[in-house]
């Protein structure tokens, strides 16, 4: 692990600075959003600019690389960037920050695209999973340190607009004054949608209601906490938590993906995150069980987005799993742009505690879907035949998520290779005897 963090430091250094830009201006839109006036429904449109400008780039940008450079893109997305982090609290209107959101949703998906095209070509096939571990928890340090840097300053003031357009600027130095040669850009052609609905129905539909969940909890969590009456420093715990507790819960259950029926496994991952969710919204108005029930939304929600590639891998050829990344990443887009917008309707017409019943629901969903497909189609993978678990968090870009399935790839073919040579000793040892 040491030694990948040697090759790319400056790969690292510069997305925890870019990470910490993007943690800080979405929960900062949210609070001073209240603090402004607007409407529930405005924040959520808000909101789900960002996505809609994050899946628009995952298919622009690519041929932008491709027509130009890595270097321009990557230098004239960061520009953009910091040039609407300091226009938001200056044009204080829904209409402009909806423009800025979807602007910065663009941006921020192509400047991910780059620097991952760079950090993807300095890994060699033995460090690249080791890699992708290293970037995921750059990524969610990034956006936990960012909610307390919202503590050191006024939500209603420019300051806190203009630290995380300095660190976006100076997250580019690093990166650009590091690397080397940019490397050929080519992602792999899109999986045909009903090819991959065919393979796996309910990684398809456990990503679409994911999508949900997840813009709901980056997008609309400040608006919930500032519309609930809480406090800047209870906010930025509650976001915190997302990430953290999603941490540390990636790797056992990854673990435990490896070593099961992984339709189990999501069916349980998703219920419990519904309970939790459930939890706040039976029991609202209480910080503590807020709190619980973000970690334990949090804890499953996350884990659930890579759980389910790797379940869909399990039925996927393998020439065809390096293609279903950009399937994945349209169906999830898709949910995550509906997400605050549903949210919002809900939020405006029974309250702003059924933000927690939104969330309850579309993880309930995935669970009773899961179940039902359980009836539906008998496993027929063993669990010496599961494709291994790679972490990958559920705002990964074509890259990213590119790169998991090619480490996916590789754990089975190397799994391949070792069941051949146990099954060649085998049968040597039979022949001695």
Same mark, same amino acid.
């Given at each position: 692990?040491?030694?990948?963090?040697?090759?790319?430091?400056?790969?690292?250094?510069?997305?925890?600075?870019?990470?910490?830009?993007?943690?800080?201006?979405?929960?900062?839109?949210?609070?001073?959003?209240?603090?402004?006036?607007?409407?529930?429904?405005?924040?959520?449109?808000?909101?789900?600019?960002?996505?809609?400008?994050?899946?628009?780039?995952?298919?622009?940008?690519?041929?932008?690389? +491709?027509?130009?450079?890595?270097?321009?893109?990557?230098?004239?997305?960061?520009?953009?960037?910091?040039?609407?982090?300091?226009?938001?609290?200056?044009?204080?209107?829904?209409?402009?920050? /909806?423009?800025?959101?979807?602007?910065?949703?663009?941006?921020?998906?192509?400047?991910?695209?780059?620097?991952?095209?760079?950090?993807?070509?300095?890994?060699?096939?033995?460090?690249?999973?080791?890699?992708?571990?290293?970037?995921?928890?750059?990524?969610?340090?990034?956006?936990?340190? $960012?909610?307390?840097?919202?503590?050191?300053?006024?939500?209603?003031?420019?300051?806190?607009?203009?630290?995380?357009?300095?660190?976006?600027?100076?997250?580019?130095?690093?990166?650009?004054?590091?690397?080397?040669?940019?490397?050929?850009?080519?992602?792999?052609?899109?999986?045909?949608?009903?090819?991959?609905?065919?393979?796996?129905?309910?990684?398809?539909?456990?990503?679409?209601?994911?999508?949900?969940?997840?813009?709901?909890?980056?997008?609309?969590?400040?608006?919930?906490?500032?519309? &609930?009456?809480?406090?800047?420093?209870?906010?930025?715990?509650?976001?915190?938590?997302?990430?953290?507790? &999603?941490?540390?819960?990636?790797?056992?259950?990854?673990?435990?993906?490896?070593?099961?029926?992984?339709?189990?496994?999501?069916?349980?991952?998703?219920?419990?995150?519904?309970?939790?969710?459930?939890?706040?919204?039976?029991?609202?108005?209480?910080?503590?069980? /807020?709190?619980?029930? /973000?970690?334990?939304?949090?804890?499953?929600?996350?884990?659930?987005?890579?759980?389910?590639?790797?379940?869909?891998?399990?039925?996927?050829?393998?020439?065809?799993?390096? &293609?279903?990344?950009?399937?994945?990443?349209?169906?999830?887009?898709?949910?995550?742009?509906?997400?605050?917008?549903?949210?919002?309707?809900?939020?405006?017409?029974?309250?702003?505690? $059924?933000?927690?019943?939104?969330?309850?629901?579309?993880?309930?969903?995935?669970?009773?879907?899961?179940?039902? +497909?359980?009836?539906?189609?008998?496993?027929?993978?063993?669990?010496?035949?599961?494709?291994?678990?790679?972490?990958?968090?559920?705002?990964?870009?074509?890259?990213?998520?590119?790169?998991?399935?090619?480490?996916?790839?590789?754990?089975?073919?190397?799994?391949?290779?070792?069941?051949?040579?146990?099954?060649?000793?085998?049968?040597?040892?039979?022949?001695?005897?």
């Amino acid at each position: 692990m040491l030694d990948v963090f040697r090759n790319s430091w400056a790969l690292f250094l510069g997305m925890f600075l870019l990470m910490i830009g993007n943690g800080l201006q979405g929960t900062l839109l949210g609070l001073r959003g209240d603090i402004e006036g607007f409407s529930t429904f405005q924040m959520s449109i808000i909101m789900a600019a960002y996505f809609a400008g994050f899946l628009f780039s995952s298919r622009l940008v690519p041929r932008l690389i +491709r027509s130009v450079g890595h270097v321009r893109v990557f230098a004239a997305l960061g520009s953009m960037i910091s040039a609407v982090l300091i226009l938001y609290p200056a044009l204080t209107d829904p209409i402009a920050w /909806t423009i800025g959101r979807l602007i910065f949703g663009f941006c921020i998906c192509g400047v991910y695209i780059t620097a991952e095209s760079w950090l993807n070509d300095a890994s060699t096939n033995e460090m690249r999973g080791k890699s992708l571990s290293v970037y995921m928890i750059v990524q969610m340090a990034g956006i936990v340190v $960012a909610q307390y840097i919202i503590l050191l300053g006024d939500v209603s003031g420019f300051i806190l607009f203009i630290i995380p357009s300095v660190l976006v600027s100076i997250s580019f130095a690093p990166i650009l004054l590091s690397v080397g040669k940019a490397p050929q850009f080519e992602l792999t052609k899109p999986l045909p949608i009903r090819q991959l609905i065919d393979a796996s129905p309910l990684a398809c539909t456990g990503m679409f209601l994911l999508g949900g969940v997840f813009s709901a909890q980056f997008g609309m969590l400040a608006v919930y906490g500032a519309q &609930a009456g809480l406090t800047v420093a209870q906010v930025s715990v509650l976001v915190s938590a997302t990430y953290i507790s &999603a941490l540390f819960l990636q790797y056992p259950i990854g673990w435990l993906s490896d070593r099961m029926d992984r339709r189990v496994l999501i069916v349980i991952a998703a219920a419990v995150g519904g309970v939790g969710a459930l939890l706040a919204f039976v029991v609202p108005g209480i910080y503590v069980l /807020t709190l619980v029930s /973000t970690v334990i939304v949090g804890g499953m929600s996350n884990p659930l987005y890579a759980l389910l590639i790797a379940y869909a891998n399990d039925h996927l050829d393998r020439a065809d799993m390096a &293609a279903a990344s950009g399937g994945f990443l349209f169906i999830n887009g898709v949910g995550a742009i509906a997400g605050p917008i549903l949210v919002g309707v809900i939020m405006d017409g029974f309250g702003v505690h $059924a933000y927690w019943l939104f969330v309850a629901v579309l993880m309930m969903a995935i669970a009773v879907y899961g179940l039902w +497909r359980m009836t539906r189609r008998q496993t027929t993978t063993s669990v010496e035949d599961l494709v291994s678990y790679a972490p990958v968090m559920a705002q990964a870009s074509p890259v990213m998520v590119e790169t998991a399935q090619e480490v996916y790839i590789e754990a089975e073919e190397e799994a391949i290779d070792e069941r051949a040579s146990d099954e060649e000793e085998a049968a040597r040892v039979e022949v001695a005897k």
